[in-house]
């Protein structure tokens, strides 16, 4: 949850007025547990969207939102959440895990990878968000970062800019007074 990518991500959401909620998978940091490859991972992130449900109960919107691995979580539980309503998902592993899961993908969203990532090959994520795109009602927005590795490095600026800028593009604002109810945002690792 101390990713600088995934610290981003939480600005992002948070100066749309997101309720928002970062978090570490099991056995990272001082977390219990051990890595379990993904299946007890998804738990994790289910039982955080839980916990944020319970305390912004009328929330008017529910977006999920990874990097790497917790972008591979993220799809899998927008897939099982039917209130989630939309996604950004950044560097996902498309080379790595398999994303066929998401055949049909249930809500719009916003890939963004960097051109020069030597983890995730950048044509395997353009492939998976050319596939995701071409569903029917569905909107994904394939962002680059030019020179930008896995981690992002000294574009983190540009990436947490760009994520602003698609959540603005969607008329989610930063809220202008304290009283309408916060959407709600959970930011994988």
Same mark, same amino acid.
């Given at each position: 949850?101390?990713?600088? /990518? /995934? ?8 100066? !749309?007025?997101?309720?928002?909620? !970062? ?8 977390? *219990? ?5 993904? *299946?007890? $991972? ?21 977006? /999920?939102?990874?990097?790497? =691995? ?5 799809? *899998?539980?927008?897939?099982? !959440?039917? $209130? ?14 398999? =994303?066929? =899961? ?17 983890? #995730?090959?950048? %044509?395997? #994520? ?19 970062? $030019? ?15 760009? /994520? ?10 930063? %809220?202008?007074? %304290?009283? !309408?109810?916060? $959407? ?6």
């Amino acid at each position: 949850m101390n990713n600088k /990518v /995934v610290y981003a991500l939480y600005h992002a959401f948070v100066r !749309r007025g997101f309720s928002t909620l !970062r978090f570490n998978f099991r056995g990272v940091g001082r977390s *219990q547990g051990k890595f379990d490859n993904g *299946q007890g $991972e998804l738990s994790d992130a289910a039982s955080a969207l839980d916990w944020m449900q319970s305390f912004n109960a009328n929330a008017s919107a529910c977006w /999920v939102g990874g990097f790497s =691995f917790g972008a591979w979580i993220g799809m *899998q539980l927008l897939m099982r !959440r039917p $209130e989630i309503d939309g996604f950004v998902s950044v560097a996902p592993p498309a080379n790595v895990f398999d =994303f066929t =899961f998401l055949a049909p993908c249930p809500s719009s969203g916003l890939i963004i990878h960097g051109t020069a990532d030597d983890l #995730v090959p950048e %044509p395997s #994520v353009a492939k998976l968000a050319t596939k995701l795109a071409s569903q029917r009602n569905i909107r994904v927005k394939y962002r680059t970062i $030019e020179g930008a590795n896995h981690f992002f490095g000294t574009h983190l600026d540009t990436l947490g800019g760009m /994520v602003d800028s698609y959540l603005g593009d969607l008329v989610i604002q930063p %809220p202008a007074a %304290p009283v !309408r109810e916060p $959407e709600l945002a959970v930011a994988l690792p």
